[in-house]
């Protein structure tokens, strides 16, 4: 990995200014990536009766400040299953029965930190 910086222009400060949001774009773009791929699993590995479930299941995001993010892929809530009219809270139950969450990160989380580090360094390179 190299950096390279054009000392002609004055721009080297910003340049540097800049490195840290660009990393944290990087690394946060990963992280949605896989969260969408990890939801997707979860759909497809989830029991089905009704599909609240199944429907329940979504990727959440936030952050606090600016260096700080959080991706979270979720199941119940939100939803209404239409048996119960209540919404689906059930989803830990049916997880410790039928895993369809944990098999889902377990296919997803080998190659993250890789992946994060080659996106780091494109954006850093840029």
């Given at each position: 990995?190299?950096?390279?910086?054009?000392?002609?222009?004055?721009?080297v400060?910003?340049?540097?200014a800049?490195?840290?949001?660009?990393m944290?774009?990087?690394?946060?773009?990963?992280?949605?990536?896989?969260?969408e791929?990890?939801?997707?699993?979860?759909?497809?590995?989830?029991?089905?009766?009704?599909?609240?479930?199944?429907?329940?299941?979504?990727?959440?995001?936030?952050?606090?400040?600016?260096?700080?993010?959080?991706?979270?892929?979720?199941?119940?809530?939100?939803?209404i299953?239409?048996?119960?009219?209540k919404?689906?809270?059930?989803?830990?139950?049916?997880?410790?029965?039928?895993?369809?969450?944990?098999?889902?990160?377990?296919?997803?989380?080998?190659?993250?930190?890789?992946?994060?580090?080659?996106?780091?360094?494109?954006?850093?390179?840029?």
């Amino acid at each position: 990995m190299s950096l390279r910086f054009d000392l002609t222009k004055g721009t080297v400060k910003q340049d540097l200014a800049e490195l840290p949001d660009r990393m944290l774009d990087a690394a946060f773009e990963v992280l949605m990536e896989r969260a969408e791929l990890m939801k997707g699993i979860a759909q497809v590995l989830v029991r089905v009766d009704t599909g609240s479930l199944r429907d329940s299941i979504r990727i959440e995001r936030g952050g606090i400040g600016k260096y700080w993010r959080q991706v979270k892929v979720r199941a119940g809530g939100y939803v209404i299953n239409p048996k119960t009219n209540k919404l689906v809270n059930y989803a830990g139950i049916v997880e410790s029965k039928y895993p369809f969450m944990r098999p889902a990160w377990e296919q997803v989380k080998g190659d993250i930190a890789d992946m994060i580090k080659a996106k780091v360094v494109i954006a850093i390179e840029r």
